[in-house]
């Protein structure tokens, strides 16, 4: 309310969780804990997300189905959990699509650098055909994917300067994800890129071992950035997406009721995450600003120049990743 904003406000006005509408399972189907991993922490929209999710399981088995969240990589990075997921010792996890290139070429495709202007652009590839059939690439790895969510847009933090233009990039050290193309498109701005696991991120810039990251900034927010950075330039070079994957097994053994109603509530979660990531955006640019690093937004001019110097990206991947699917990808992303 307008007090509160008046007084600096804790946190964003954030829509509420949906209603949760189900036919509740009374019959007793079994009882399971869902671990669930995630990189960022419980306040992240993908934390809050995955707390939704638990409770969707909760209300709808009478408490036979519940989920034991394990955030900021407790349980180990995107890679680990993912391999955790395929050898049955956690249930679930969040991953960007960057690492899951190791099971999902394809999904590099989302690496590519200003592929998507807007979150509708977003939406109208992940909500497509092409989408879902990317989710049922996972089919055999030993992982299931139920849903698209967001990561997000993506902005650089560092401890060196401000970065208003490719030049300003040059030399930083900075860490990216375990992904190639990642590591392409910092090397064509002249940064030296390397790939490190998210756990690992807060203590190697507190340390000095690089000068910078990238990441959304509810990310840069709630991982405690800002604590160790001194500035945050909104690029918005790549938009990420999060899958929601549960381990094959696990899934193919439970009850088909259960199946169904994960799924059920895995498409709920995707819809909340993505409103609330949404939602808390600009507010968590705001906040890691008043936390103490200078906070610089790209103009589109600005952009403009970072585009030109990464086009020779897609000239090195495209032809990889096959010059058809990606011009498809990029169709549904340009058409408005
Ligand atoms: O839970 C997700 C995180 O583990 C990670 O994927 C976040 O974007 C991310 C990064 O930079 O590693």
Known sequence: DADADAEGSEGPDLSAPPEIECEVIEEDLGEHTIKFGIGLAEDSPQGMAVQFFGDYLDECTNGQLTVQLFPDSQVGDDLEMMDGLRSGTLEMTFPSTSPAVAFVPELGVFDLPFLMPDVEAADRVL??????????????????????????FRQVTNSVRPIESPEDVEGLDLRVMENEIQTTIWEALGANPTTMAFGEVFSAMEQGVVDGQENPWVTNLT???????????????????????IGEEFFDELDPAYQQLIQEAADATRDYQRTISREMDEWARGQFEENGPEVNVLDEDQIEEFRQATEEVYDQWAPELGEEFVDEVRTLARQE
């Open 127 to 152: 909500d497509s055909e092409l989408g879902q059939q990317l989710l049922d690439e996972f089919d055999g790895t030993g992982m299931k994917a139920l849903a698209w969510a967001e990561n997000g």
């Open 223 to 245: 991982s405690n950035f800002w604590e160790v950075q001194e500035y945050g330039s909104q690029t918005r070079h790549v938009y990420t997406p999060f899958i929601m994957m």
